[in-house]
């Protein structure tokens, strides 16, 4: 009896590829390739690269939504510090990975966002979800004085996912983590309540 391909797996390595290379240098005989699996054995699993695009953002989106609500939702941590936490550490991990992937539904909804439906529609849920998730630390830092509160957490956590996302592109462009630093800095400067 054959291997079995499994779709988890498919997805996965479509993750890595889309997040490091993108959706338009990413073509199916390279999906194939890094997967290993016959073009019929995709096409039972997927009708067209745009949904295989779609599935592979709602994995991806899951994943980080876990470390999102893993790292913000520490009580024996201040609500301040996991958000600084956690941003430092998306720094690290993108230094660590040359600085040339970024965040693969950022980077997906700035290459085709604009013009496919399908894909732009995938990544808006996905970023919906993560921004409540944000939301939900940075209201608790408001409650607890650590986070101004002229602004509804929601505008927050919206200002910190888009500027994050912007640096990433910044990052991306000149392969260094300055833009990322800086972005960091003026954030958290923004955000944090002067005693």
Known sequence: MGYKHNIEDIIDKGCDLFRKKGYNKVGIN???EACDIPRGSF?????TKEEFAEKVIDKYG?????????????PSVSPLKRLKEFYAM??????????????????????????NAA????????????????????????KKGEIIDNLPPEDIAEY????????FSRMKVNRNRDFLD???????DFISKKE
């Not at 096409?43 to 009708?47: G, K, L, P």
């Not at 800086?182 to 958290?188: A, G, P």
């Open 182 to 188: 800086k972005w960091y800095k003026m954030t958290f």
């Open 119 to 142: 894909i732009s529609g995938a990544a808006n849920r996905i970023f919906v979800i993560w921004v409540a998730e944000i939301a939900a630390c940075v209201a608790e830092g408001q």
């Open 62 to 74: 899951s994943d980080s939504l876990k470390m999102i609500s893993n790292a913000l939702s520490d």
């Open 90 to 115: 998306l720094i690290q991990t993108n230094e660590k990975d040359g600085f040339n992937a970024g965040c693969l539904v950022t980077n997906l909804s700035m290459e085709v966002g604009g013009f």
């Open 160 to 167: 910190i996912h888009s500027g994050i996302s912007g640096a």
């Open 30 to 32: 390279e999906i194939l």
């Open 43 to 47: 096409y039972n699993f997927f009708e």
